[in-house]
């Protein structure tokens, strides 16, 4: 038998015998019993009745009455109790075959009681405490994704912690235009948390953990499938990286996490709801952890050059190899400077070449001749 907060409402016993006892119906349960009638489903199609028909007396004579026996004061009761019914079971159909497209529905005090119990049930060894209490507005979201069938992205923000409800959220109130008669008037939103605080890798560890209980209680995904890939993130984010790289940041943490739900989104592309007991989003964590895209996001990157050690070295480095030769150019020149002092018929002049340069060519001998002739 599934759990009981897989079973639609429409279809729970006891929420059909505690929606009679709080009208007062409790005359009328044995009858209800004997009919088999014990779900809301099964009461409001319990008669061939068209909810359309403003006639009403087929649905009084052939289920109303024969119910309330002897208690005729309990047909009004039954006929509203037969309008919610049908109205439940109407709205659990519509959900289950669109998918909730109106968004996640709200969840009842009785249902997320129950989600919890039965997933701390399947895991005695964790102790939740105060850090790891997950909201009601997390579940939420997480049956929401169940209920639309299609997976999406759960980002760290929205991991929130059950005390953040109790200390109180943001009301928002805005201004709407009324389909039905065309004046505006005032909606208030319901009450928004803040966003997680992951400040810190151990603040960060504790929403992904928040995460996996959500999946959890949401028949997402199983608490240990999560947990293999809460783990190998944060080992990730806590390796020591090679010399020369540096170490995987948080945005590359969030980018492998967000890879990973694009390959478990294009896995169960047909829906995420179970399928023959199982949660199809189980089957595909050995895929994400083996993936190319998923451990790419995670690699280290080269450290960034440039910084002042190295650039001080580097600096010694080009001192050393590269003044002895501007030291040896300078004096080269000076050499060929003084040499050009002399006389331009000295044999030193003459003689002696430059180290830098090519060697200066004599002046032409008609001109030396005809300077001595002019003295």
Same mark, same amino acid.
């Given at each position: 038998?599934?759990?009981?907060?897989?079973?639609?409402?429409?279809?729970?016993?006891?929420?059909?015998?505690?929606?009679?006892? *709080?009208?007062?119906?409790?005359?009328?349960?044995?009858?209800?019993?004997?009919?088999?009638?014990?779900?809301?489903?099964?009461?409001? @199609?319990?008669?061939? @009745?068209?909810?359309?028909?403003?006639?009403?007396?087929?649905?009084?004579?052939?289920?109303?009455?024969?119910?309330?026996?002897?208690?005729?004061?309990?047909?009004?009761?039954?006929?509203? =109790?037969?309008?919610?019914?049908?109205?439940?079971?109407?709205?659990?159909?519509?959900?289950?075959?669109?998918?909730?497209? %109106?968004?996640?529905?709200? =969840?009842?005090?009785?249902?997320?009681?129950?989600?919890?119990?039965?997933? =701390?049930?399947?895991?005695?060894?964790?102790?939740?405490?105060?850090?790891? *209490?997950?909201?009601?507005?997390?579940?939420?979201?997480?049956?929401?994704?169940?209920?639309?069938?299609?997976?999406?992205?759960?980002?760290?923000?929205?991991?929130?912690?059950?005390?953040?409800?109790?200390?109180?959220?943001?009301?928002?109130?805005?201004?709407?235009?009324?389909?039905?008669?065309?004046?505006?008037?005032?909606?208030?939103?319901?009450?928004?948390?803040?966003?997680?605080?992951?400040?810190?890798?151990?603040?960060? *560890?504790?929403?992904?953990?928040?995460?996996?209980?959500? @999946?959890?209680?949401?028949?997402?995904?199983?608490?240990?499938?999560?947990?293999?890939?809460?783990?190998?993130?944060?080992?990730? #984010?806590?390796?020591?990286?090679?010399?020369?790289?540096?170490?995987?940041?948080?945005?590359?943490?969030?980018?492998? %996490?967000?890879?990973?739900?694009?390959?478990?989104?294009?896995?169960?592309?047909?829906?995420?709801?179970?399928?023959?007991?199982?949660?199809?989003?189980?089957?595909?964590?050995?895929?994400?952890?083996?993936?190319?895209?998923?451990?790419?996001?995670?690699?280290? #990157?080269?450290?960034?050059?440039?910084?002042?050690?190295?650039?001080?070295?580097?600096?010694? %480095?080009?001192?050393?190899?590269?003044?002895?030769?501007?030291?040896?150019?300078?004096?080269?020149?000076?050499?060929?400077?003084?040499?050009?002092?002399?006389?331009?018929?000295?044999?030193?002049?003459?003689?002696?070449?430059?180290?830098?340069?090519?060697?200066?060519?004599?002046?032409?001998?008609? #001109?030396?001749?005809?300077?001595?002739?002019?003295?």
């Amino acid at each position: 038998m599934p759990p009981l907060f897989l079973i639609m409402v429409s279809m729970r016993s006891e929420a059909f015998w505690a929606r009679m006892v *709080d009208l007062g119906l409790e005359d009328c349960i044995g009858a209800c019993k004997t009919k088999g009638l014990d779900t809301m489903a099964k009461f409001a @199609f319990g008669c061939e @009745f068209n909810p359309q028909n403003p006639d009403s007396s087929k649905l009084t004579d052939e289920l109303l009455k024969p119910i309330a026996g002897e208690h005729t004061e309990h047909i009004p009761l039954l006929r509203m =109790l037969w309008w919610e019914s049908w109205g439940v079971a109407t709205a659990d159909l519509r959900r289950n075959a669109e998918g909730g497209t %109106d968004g996640p529905r709200k =969840l009842g005090v009785p249902e997320l009681a129950e989600r919890r119990k039965q997933t =701390l049930k399947a895991l005695p060894g964790l102790t939740v405490t105060q850090d790891l *209490d997950v909201s009601d507005q997390l579940i939420t979201e997480v049956v929401g994704i169940v209920d639309r069938n299609r997976l999406k992205y759960v980002a760290w923000e929205i991991c929130t912690a059950r005390t953040m409800e109790i200390a109180g959220g943001k009301i928002d109130q805005a201004w709407v235009t009324d389909p039905s008669t065309g004046y505006l008037k005032c909606e208030t939103a319901s009450a928004k948390l803040g966003d997680a605080d992951l400040a810190t890798d151990f603040k960060l *560890d504790l929403a992904l953990r928040r995460r996996g209980l959500a @999946f959890d209680m949401g028949d997402l995904m199983s608490w240990n499938c999560h947990e293999r890939l809460r783990e190998d993130l944060m080992s990730a #984010l806590t390796r020591t990286p090679p010399p020369g790289y540096a170490k995987t940041s948080k945005q590359q943490l969030r980018r492998a %996490d967000e890879v990973a739900f694009e390959i478990m989104a294009k896995a169960t592309e047909g829906g995420v709801k179970r399928v023959g007991g199982h949660r199809p989003l189980d089957a595909t964590i050995d895929r994400v952890l083996a993936h190319r895209d998923y451990n790419l996001a995670l690699q280290p #990157l080269p450290a960034s050059s440039g910084s002042s050690n190295d650039k001080r070295q580097t600096d010694q %480095d080009y001192d050393r190899r590269v003044a002895p030769r501007i030291d040896r150019a300078g004096k080269g020149e000076k050499g060929k400077g003084k040499g050009s002092k002399k006389g331009a018929g000295s044999k030193g002049s003459q003689d002696k070449k430059p180290k830098w340069g090519p060697p200066r060519a004599a002046p032409p001998p008609r #001109l030396r001749r005809s300077r001595r002739e002019g003295q």
